[in-house]
C-alpha cells in the first residue's frame, strides 16, 4: 500500500489522500478537493484511480468527486446514510465493509458518527497500520460537532473505536491542523514534555513534509484521548468550577473550549 498525502493549499488546510496498490497501480483517492491537484498528483505516480471515498458530507470533502468521475470514470464510496447529502453515490457503506484497490489495498469501514452523522473512517488491513480519520480524529484533537454532529457520539466514537487502535496505527486526518491543536493541548496541559518536542517539529515543518503521528503519540498528547489527566481536568475546572470529572463529561467540556480557543 502506498500512501501520498496532498495538500490542498486552501484556507481550511484540507489533506487529500491517494491510497494505491504498488503492484496494479489501482488507486483510491479520499476526499478529493482541487482536482487539478489530484490528478496531477495522480499522473506523476502513474496511477489509475478506480474508486472515490468520502469520509462525510461536507462540501471541502466532496467538491472534487465530478471532476474525477468526469476524468477517471471513478465510482463514489460514502457513508450509506450520506446517500441523500452527496450527488451520485454508487456504493453506501456500512461498518465493516471492505473497499479495495488492486492486492495491496484493503480498507475496513468504521462508522464514526460525532461530526456528522454520516461518517466513515477507514482502517488498513493490509500493509502499515493507517487511520483514514477525515474531521472525526485529528493531530493533537477532535472534530468539531457544529454542523450536524453530537458531542455525544463523537465520545463514543473515541472510546469505543479509535481508542482500541493499535499504538502503531499511522493516523491521517482530512486537515493540517496540528500546530494549532498542539497549542491548545499545551494550554491544558502546560508540562506536556511530548506537546512542547512536537509543536517545536511541527512549527518548522510545512504542510507538504508534515509528521505522520501514531496512536501511541496521540494518546501521550491529544487531551481528547487524556480525559482522566488531572492537569487537563484541573484547566477545565478553573474554567468551569461545577465541571463533573467523569470521561464524558471531560470529552464535552474539551470540546466546549476547543471551540472557543
Sequence with gaps: ??????????????????????????????????????????????????????????????????????????????HVNAISSIPNVDVGLKAGDMVEAGTTVRLRVLDTPGHTQAHVCLVSELGEAALFCGDTLFNASAGNCKYGGSVTHMYQTFVNQLAKLPDTTAIYPGHDYIVNNLGFSLSLEPNNSLAKELLTQTNSQTPDNRMVTTMALEKKMNPFFRLDNPDIIGSLKNQNSSLKEDPESVFTALRSVRDQW
Design 1 to 78: 500500500m502506498q500512501i501520498t498525502r496532498i495538500y490542498m493549499d486552501n484556507a481550511l488546510r484540507n489533506y487529500c489522500h491517494l491510497i494505491a496498490c504498488e503492484e496494479t497501480q489501482e488507486a483510491i483517492i479520499l476526499d478529493p478537493l482541487d482536482v487539478h491537484k489530484c490528478l496531477s498528483e495522480a499522473k506523476r505516480l502513474k496511477l489509475n484511480i478506480t474508486k472515490i471515498i468520502n469520509t462525510h458530507e461536507h462540501f471541502d470533502h466532496i467538491e472534487g468527486n465530478p471532476g474525477i468521475v468526469a476524468a477517471t470514470g471513478a465510482t463514489i464510496h460514502a
